[in-house]
């Protein structure tokens, strides 16, 4: 009797190699491809283990609010990044947008104060939720591009992470 099981399709499991990446180490920051570019599996903020967890994250190509306007159609100034975050990282990201979008909720219900005339919960509600909105934002783990071109996004990372990257000189 066979008491191995086989792994999983969907999901690698623990013991199953890293699979491969596409970053580079390019002076200061990291290098990926801005179409299906691929990160290893760890997290970016502090080098633990992803678990194969991936935050997708939308990078603006370089493009100035005038011409946005003009031009709606974003499908060609955007990419989509897959940023690796760990356990505890994954949690303050969610932490940080339920108390952003409940900042939202209590502006919303601040302003109803307002339409209904009651001065005091209005002031209360506007500060509760600019307070909720500002800590919500902070806690949000959002990385920044430092450069976005036509094929390569440079993001930041820790230097544990850039370490063990190879450098693009390398190559």
């Given at each position: 009797?066979?008491?191995?099981?086989?792994?999983?399709?969907?999901?690698?499991?623990?013991?199953?190699?890293?699979?491969?990446?596409?970053?580079?180490?390019?002076?200061?920051?990291?290098?990926?491809?801005?179409?299906?570019?691929?990160?290893?599996?760890?997290?970016?903020?502090?080098?633990?283990?992803?678990?194969?967890?991936?935050?997708?994250?939308?990078?603006?190509?370089?493009?100035?609010?005038?011409?946005?306007?003009l031009?709606?159609?974003?499908?060609n100034?955007?990419?989509?990044?897959?940023?690796?975050?760990?356990?505890?990282?994954?949690?303050?990201?969610?932490?940080?947008?339920?108390?952003?979008?409940?900042?939202?909720?209590?502006?919303?219900?601040?302003?109803?104060?307002?339409?209904?005339?009651?001065?005091?919960?209005?002031?209360?509600?506007?500060?509760?939720?600019?307070?909720?909105?500002?800590?919500?934002?902070?806690?949000?783990?959002?990385?920044?591009?430092?450069?976005?071109?036509?094929?390569?996004?440079?993001?930041?990372?820790?230097?544990p992470?850039?370490s063990?990257?190879?450098?693009?000189?390398?190559?």
């Open positions: 009797m066979n008491t191995e099981q086989s792994p999983s399709p969907y999901r690698q499991s623990a013991h199953d190699p890293i699979p491969e990446h596409d970053a580079v180490r390019d002076g200061r920051f990291v290098r990926i491809p801005a179409e299906d570019g691929r990160l290893p599996d760890r997290c970016i903020l502090c080098n633990a283990p992803a678990d194969f967890y991936r935050k997708h994250q939308k990078v603006r190509r370089g493009r100035t609010l005038p011409l946005a306007i031009d709606p159609d974003d499908s100034h955007t990419c989509l990044i897959e940023v690796p975050l760990c356990p505890s990282h994954r949690r303050r990201d969610a932490l940080g947008s339920s108390l952003t979008y409940g900042g939202y909720v209590v502006l919303v219900a601040a302003m109803l104060f307002m339409i209904a005339g009651w001065l005091w919960p209005m002031i209360g509600g506007l500060g509760l939720g600019l307070v909720l909105m500002l800590v919500g934002g902070a806690l949000r783990v959002v990385v920044r591009p430092v450069q976005v071109s036509h094929d390569s996004v440079w993001i930041r990372a820790c230097q992470f850039m063990s990257i190879p450098a693009a000189e390398d190559l």
